[in-house]
């Protein structure tokens, strides 16, 4: 009888048990030697580099340790990839992997590798799949509230003006500015959307990003667009709390020009792609206005520019890199005037920033992540993802984790898969390959991608096209498709969709936060997504710290 590791076990705690009830005599007792598996009975898992590998990360968290004691950061980062859900971390891991010549599988992001980790629920008050505004808005303020509503609790009505009086929210960015903290927003996409317009905006529509988009009721009644907001960021958050004196936010870089320039094409930028850049209506300039209220602070538009700032002296820095969102990582190189990076614009930040001896709290957005998956373009979206590691390596370079708590999460995921049964190491982007070496074939003999969309636009192949947004112009192509000579490791290669829309849309499931730093052992579980705000406040005592200022 062969006897197995189970057999050997049940046999050796019958004999413990039959000697704890036997003896020679009424004063002596036999105790067993306890049951122990040597490592050379199990010498195949030892000598298993996954197995060592296992071993070595249990004795490193044993050995973690965080401190959590409130106030124990001076600074907090926080980055949100927008739409930057599991399956998008796990292929863009993988393809950041395949492009360094790996098989992909192994490799990490930079923020993999952090100490701690959870998952985040991202529902909105009012909707199972959520949007950016209702998202972040309970990121940075702490409060879950309804679909397209900006720095607003959930009891407005989206859309009417008249409802935010007394439902405004005070974001961790406000916060961190009454207590004297220097502040900074960076964002891929245009800074008055919805995401970075969070964290310093009060609207009843996401869409009102200036004030040609408002409806004419809430423009005569004088309420603010959310360019407006940005540039007098200082004097409306200083009319909120009687008696308070702040200095405004430090550093803002992204995209969205047009939305604060007149439509004018007189206030035209160098690298305009419109014959009319601005959309304002109401002939305000706010570049202007915002270099009227900071003239000692800088303004920039292009790469030359972004350069030429000094961090160790600069004060306050207004970045606008292009008339709307920036562009795609993978696009970046075609922009007319040069645009800075993710991990750039990072970099700089912090550079400046923490001039500051009372710390600082920065929020960096990798927007064009969401973008790429609604233009079907999974290339797009992975590109910017691993653009945003690259961002999140330089912080965590930058700083120490002795004083300085560290988030990545996202607002909400994308009904995008991984999908087949592809071999290790097959392209990510790439056709299904079998572990057998042949390619797959679906029931309808066509071959298939390993990524794909539950729905959206569909199909494309663009080639060597590197601007997601390309896919726009192009007729809805959804369901399956021929792909046998279509090279889908191209750029321009759009995924097939199953339902066809016009864009690919938002998904309901958790996503990912991933920490480091002060307080960053309070990110485990699963937890609302309002909960971050609240490590982020604990760690670095925000209200403490602003209440102490405001005396």
Known sequence: MKLTTQSLLALAITAALAGCNSSDNDSDTVTPEPFRVAKADIATNTSNPYYQAGESNVAAAKARTADNHRGAAKNVILFVGDGMGISTVTAARILDGQMKGGLGEENNLSFDSFPYSGLVKTYNVDAQTPDS??????????????????????DIIRGDYATVAGNELMSAVEMAEIAGMSTGVVSTARITHATPAATYAKSADRNWEDVSDMPQDAVDAGFPDIADQLVKFEHYLESRISGLDVDGLDVVMGGGRRHFLPKDASANSADARSSVEGDRTDDRNLVSEWQAKYPQGTYVMDKSGFDAIDAATATKVFGLFNESHMQYEADRGNDIAGEPSLAEMTAKAIDILDNNDKGYFLVVEAGRIDHGHHAGSAYGALTDTIEMSEAVAKAAEMTSDSDTLILVTADHSHVFTIAGYPKRGNPILGKVVGVDGEQATAS?????????????????????????????????????????????????????????????????????????????????????????????????????RAEQALK
């Open 444 to 544: 309808d003999g066509l071959p298939y991608t390993t990524l794909g969309y539950t729905n959206g636009r569909g199909f494309q192949d663009l080639g060597e096209e590197t601007n997601a947004d390309a896919s726009y112009d192009q007729a809805i192509n959804a369901g399956r498709h021929d792909l046998t000579d279509v090279d889908t490791t191209a750029p321009g290669y759009h995924q097939e969709a199953l339902v066809p829309r016009s864009s690919e849309t938002h998904a309901a499931e958790d996503v990912g936060v991933y920490a480091r730093g002060p307080g960053a052992q309070l990110v485990t579980g699963t937890n609302e997504q309002s909960y971050l705000f609240h490590v982020m406040e604990h760690a670095a005592d925000l209200s403490g």
């Open 133 to 154: 505004a209702g998202t972040m808005t309970a990121l940075i303020s702490g409060v879950k509230t309804d679909v397209g509503v900006i720095g607003v609790d959930e």
